[in-house]
Each structure stands twice: as structure tokens, then as C-alpha cells.
């Protein structure tokens, strides 16, 4: 047998797409890392700013919930981190594919994600099942530890970095900080009359043994993307 013989080109795709896949869940988990001990950090600086200003029970709190799973309470809000396990591409239509970065190198548009999703504290508080939560955005990084953030309106202003951004604790935190004030600016509207003029037995004894009544942020007891 021939030691020459070369592997299928099936197989150099197979082992560089792996090694990619893997070093890109590497840095994605490495940030989420970072994310909860910048979160830690910032309950920290908010008890010291806040202490005495305000009720406790508003103060925020951090729980761990494993792995890829977090959350940070502050007052009536809760925002809930989330990394997803496995790596992904971007669909062609996506702003992406138009800069020189992944043009150049299409390898380096393999992406993990960690999404930033804001809820209400009372919907976890009172075990509201079907309550909705807001996605604020999402953080994608790469290979590299580039970066780039994604929110709702998505543009090619928002990838057009995507060289040069380098994933830190204080990217992290300045990402933190604007999460956190878009979700106490994101105030809960009232739901229109005709919405909730009709309700079941079931839905009044629920509301009034445990506010269970479906609620969510932008219009009261649900959203309307195309409205946000």
C-alpha cells in the first residue's frame, strides 16, 4: 500500500471545520466566563452606589444558573444571559458576507452566541408561565475573539467592525451597562381595553391567587415585534 496516498479532500474539510467549531465554543464560553464575573462585579458597584437609596429588595442580584445560564434582578427587571452550546454561520443574506474580514476568510464568519433576553423579575417570582420576554440583543464571537453585537434593527453599521473588535471584560461591561439601562427604560405598557376585556374563570382565579395573567413589557400582555 502507498504511504503517500493523500487523505479525501472530505477529510481536511471535516478536521478544519472541528478544529474551528471548537476553538470558536472555546471563546464563546471564555466570554461568558467573563460576563459573570463582570456581572458579579456590578452587583457589587450597585449595593455600594445604591445601598440606603433605595429598597433591598431592589437591589440586583446575580444567580449562576449552570453552565451557560445567568441572571441579573434589578428591581422590576431581569435579564437572562444565555449561551447556546453549539457554533453557527450566517445565512447569505446577512450583512456579514459584505465585509472584507469574512470575505477574505470565510472561516472566520463561524460564530457563538450568547443572548441577552430582558423579563419581568415577577414573572419568575410567581411562576408566570406564559409571560413573554424581550431579546435585547445578541453577542456573536468568533474564532479569533472577535466580536460584533446584533440588536433587533440589524444593519451593516453594526458588523462593520467585525475586524477589529477583540473580545475583553471591559467590551463586556460597556455592553452590560447599555443592556441594562435599555431594560429599565423598556417600561411596561398598560394592554389595550379591547385585549383584555374578555377573560376565563380559570384566568381571574389565577390572577388573583398568584398575578399569573400573561404580561410582557411592550404592550402590556404580549409583543408585537413589528412594533418595537
Not at 410567581?126 to 475573539?145: K, P, S, T
Request: hydrophobic share 40%.
Amino acid at each position: 500500500m502507498n504511504a503517500s496516498v493523500k487523505k479525501p479532500n472530505h477529510l481536511e474539510d471535516i478536521m478544519l471545520k472541528s478544529n474551528v467549531k471548537q476553538m470558536v465554543y472555546q471563546n464563546t464560553l471564555a466570554a461568558f466566563n467573563l460576563l459573570k464575573e463582570a456581572l458579579k462585579e456590578l452587583v457589587d458597584e450597585y449595593h455600594t452606589a445604591l445601598k440606603g437609596r433605595i429598597h433591598d429588595d431592589a437591589l440586583p442580584t446575580f444567580h449562576e444558573k449552570g453552565p451557560f445560564e445567568a441572571e441579573f434582578r434589578l428591581a422590576a427587571d431581569m435579564l437572562l444571559f444565555s449561551m447556546h452550546s453549539n457554533v453557527f454561520v450566517f445565512n447569505r443574506e446577512h450583512p456579514v458576507w459584505k465585509v472584507d474580514y469574512i470575505k477574505k476568510e470565510p472561516m472566520n464568519s463561524y460564530c457563538g452566541i450568547i443572548h441577552i433576553y430582558n423579563f419581568l423579575s415577577d414573572s419568575f417570582k410567581y411562576n408566570r408561565m406564559q409571560d413573554l420576554g424581550y431579546l435585547i440583543a445578541r453577542m456573536f464571537i468568533n474564532r479569533e475573539n472577535h466580536f460584533f453585537v446584533e440588536g433587533k434593527r440589524q444593519s451593516g453599521e453594526l458588523v462593520k467592525d467585525f475586524e477589529k473588535d477583540i473580545i475583553s471584560k471591559d467590551v463586556i461591561k460597556q455592553i452590560l451597562d447599555t443592556a441594562i439601562r435599555y431594560a429599565i427604560e423598556f417600561d411596561l405598557l398598560v394592554p389595550p381595553y379591547d385585549q383584555v376585556k374578555i377573560a376565563s374563570v380559570e384566568q381571574m382565579r389565577e390572577e388573583i391567587s398568584y398575578s399569573k395573567m400573561q404580561t410582557g413589557k411592550r404592550v402590556g400582555f404580549k409583543f408585537n415585534s413589528d412594533d418595537i
